[in-house]
């Protein structure tokens, strides 16, 4: 017995030596594999590390803290503009649908805000947050509340609504065949003005069995639909209530972002050319500044005489021959209590200008 433990021993320690001789070749190559993952992480370090040192800078070199110079001083002081802007935010905020912070703000500026204002805002989000939710219920009680003012608007959305939940209940399958039958009672106010898309609905009916995801109708089944309804719920809502789909603190902002670089660069012109009488009033802009067509809400007209645009001090004056030109310039054309059209030769008395209003 003793003779055979001693011819298994040399045995042993040869396989503890072959072990460690692995294990020793597999640490050196996991140290090796650790090592140029290191070095890899610290390139790619270095290289995000250049990136954001540069970000600093160039904030620095295209952003400019200072914009006093192109804003007016004294344009909060007076506390009913400070009211107004105070009663923006907290629309906003209600359009956001930040009912608490807008509560807060309330407290902390003095505001008080109707509650025949604050309703509607409560109302709307609440369908919002639904339609979010993928509950139609809501909305569809809302919308036949409001049928009749929606049909003067030549509004479609109680169709769009029935229509979205007419294919909520294809998704169910053939198990909602009957339901979605019945439910297909509420196309029938609509049967004239979209008896093409209620054919389509209807026709879908015939491949519940098969799914309709595997028919020529899986264009129905289109998710970017619920994103649609809630815009059109938005502005056919904001309609009603007399109010832009936009929140105008959102529209005053977007557009100061676009007008402030412009308005930057050109008061930095003026104070190297020391044109000091280019830009004297602040409540005009030296130049026009394209906001693009999405900023577009009301009509505005330039004086083709003095090429500005025209203000509640300067208006739109119209002639009797039919051109139209500024107050200003009408009064500077006006020699002897005469006033001779620029663009025709028709002569007439200036008090027989009337203002236009756009």
Known sequence: MVLNERMIDPCTHWVQDADLSVLSQTMAQCCKNIKETVQLLASRHKDIHGSVSKVGKAIDRNFDAE??????????????????LSETIVEHLYRQGMLSVAEDLCQESGVVIDMSMK???L????????????????ALEWAVTN????????????FKLHRLYFISLL???ITNQLEALQYARHFQPFASQHQRDIQILMGSLVYLRHGI??????????????????????RDA???LGLSVESPLSVSFASGCMALPVLMNIKQVIEQRQCSGVWTHKDELPIEIDLGKK?????????PILRQQTSESNPPMKLICGHVISRDALNKLTNAGKLKCPYCPMEQNPSDAKQIFF
């Open 295 to 303: 900023c577009w809400y009301h009509s505005v007209f330039a004086c």
């Open 147 to 158: 049928r009749q003012r929606l049909l003067d608007l030549n509004s479609t959305l109680e």
């Open 123 to 138: 109302e709307l989000n609440r369908i919002l947050e639904a339609l979010r939710m993928q509950d139609l219920r809501p």
């Open 119 to 121: 309703q509607p805002f």
């Open 171 to 173: 998704n169910g399958g």
């Open 213 to 234: 995801e595997n028919s020529p109708y899986r264009s129905l089944l289109e998710t970017n639909q619920w994103a649609d309804i809630c815009n059109s719920f938005t």
């Open 238 to 240: 904001c309609a009603l």
């Open 67 to 84: 914009v006093s110079a192109v804003v007016a001083e004294t344009v909060w002081d007076s506390p009913e503009r400070q009211k107004y």
